[in-house]
Nanobody, 115 residues
Framework: QVHLEESGGGLGEAGGSLRLSCAAS????????MGWYRQVPGKQRELVAA???????HVFDAAKGRFTISRDSAKDTVHLQMNNLEPADTATYYC?????????WGQGLQVTVSS
């Protein structure tokens, strides 16, 4: 089992920045990938950004140039730096890690961006 502790989020303004963090309860050295999804009511959860064990970083198209994901492997933590926020970024953001053939999820962080 892996527990994911999420922090950050909250209320932001259009054009502003927020930072999300996610810390795993045990080593993620053998993880396949770790990152963030987001979901708005009535829509499917969508991948925002992820990093793989081999150090490949992915950011989905709508966030390219605005969001950056980083990993602190020593602390088993990933961060999502969100810059130039847009109201369309309003969603619940979920941290995940895929390891041991299992996906583990955080409880979710609400991010609300005002115009």
């Amino acid at each position: 089992q892996v527990h994911l502790e999420e922090s950050g989020g909250g209320l932001g303004e259009a054009g502003g920045s927020l930072r999300l963090s996610c810390a795993a309860s045990r080593s993620t050295s053998n993880m396949e990938s770790m990152g963030w999804y987001r979901q708005v009511p009535g829509k499917q959860r969508e991948l925002v950004a992820a990093v793989t064990r081999t150090g490949i970083y992915h950011v989905f198209d709508a966030a390219k140039g605005r969001f950056t994901i980083s990993r602190d492997s020593a602390k088993d933590t990933v961060h999502l730096q969100m810059n130039n926020l847009e109201p369309a970024d309003t969603a619940t953001y979920y941290c995940y890690v895929r390891m041991d053939l299992t996906a583990y999820w955080g409880q979710g962080l609400q991010v609300t961006v005002s115009s």
